[in-house]
């Protein structure tokens, strides 16, 4: 299982570990409008998930537009979500303020499905440990970064260069 901490402190991660070469598991998570987002809602595109602890949070904040700004030039067949624990409304609230439009945020606030499908949910802070999943057109992992401390900036560029890999 990775191993993360948060502010330099241990957490436990709940659910099982996600490696380059699985086949993507299934979630069930809501989308800013209460509809249930799975994996199968971006079948047939390549997808990437930005988990974040909560976007209101400067690195959460960061690498969400790192994303957005990304995704502008990543194609038509390329989704990328935004995961938190944030709820809906929040996330919605957050993503007008910040101008966002080419990212999906969805929130697993309520049954924590994509924290445990991901093996990234902090069981101390029912938050999502900061990681990135790349899945390609078939439902296979890709490349994934458990980031080791929950405060520090993923890989944007290797996360990035992963998807343009699989899109080519």
Not at 29 to 57: M, Q
Not at 71 to 80: K, S
Not at 95 to 101: K, N, S, W, Y
Not at 142 to 163: F, L, M, Q, S
Request: negative net charge; glycine residues 8%.
């Amino acid at each position: 299982m990775a191993q993360v901490t948060f502010k330099n402190g241990p957490v436990t991660l709940i659910g099982n570990e996600v490696k380059v070469g699985d086949q993507a598991p299934d979630f069930k998570v809501l989308a800013n409008d209460l509809s249930e987002v799975t994996l199968k809602n971006s079948e047939g595109k390549i997808r990437l998930f930005s988990v974040v602890p909560s976007l209101e949070t400067g690195v959460c904040d960061k690498q969400t537009r790192t994303f957005n700004e990304a995704a502008a030039n990543l194609g038509e067949n390329v989704v990328i979500y935004t995961v938190s624990m944030d709820l809906p409304f929040a996330q919605k609230r957050w993503c007008g303020a910040a101008g966002i439009d080419n990212v999906v945020t969805v929130s697993d606030h309520r049954d924590a499905s994509f924290g445990e499908a991901y093996g990234v949910h902090m069981k101390e802070l029912r938050l999502l440990a900061r990681s990135i999943f790349v899945v390609d057109e078939a439902g296979k992992v890709t490349y994934v970064e458990y980031v080791p401390e929950g405060t520090d900036h993923p890989n944007y560029d290797a996360a990035i260069e992963a998807v343009k890999a699989i899109s080519k």
